[in-house]
């Protein structure tokens, strides 16, 4: 029963990003708001991890299984991205490196930042 709790939050959760993009004009997905009210609901202590801890590793151990029916659809329409498919190609090589290359960045700012604090504190 606690499993059926957790995941009801999580579509809770999802459900309110769906209406938030149903409302607002804005050009991001559903899924996009419904991680951000998370991330809130999680930060602001609304919400303990512990009431989703279960739930949301087992679906981070399933998440391959859940991209199976994208390949699947991609597969399916093979005919229509035949002909565009080394653009797509080097677009998404290209946008995946740029991603690291900022994640990476990003993440050795807050590294020094943090270091930078400690080294501070302990002054």
Known sequence: MRYVKQFGII???SFLGEVLHALLPLPVPASIYGI???F???QTGLLKVSAIRETSRFLIAIMPMLFLPA???LIES???LQPVW???LVITVASTFVVMVCAGRVTQRVIR???KGKEEACD
């Open 40 to 42: 809130l609901c999680l």
């Open 113 to 115: 930042r943090g270091r």
């Open 78 to 80: 093979w005919d229509v």
């Open 36 to 38: 951000v009210l998370l």
């Open 11 to 13: 579509l809770l959760i």
């Open 86 to 88: 080394v653009p797509y």
């Open 71 to 73: 390949a699947v659809g």
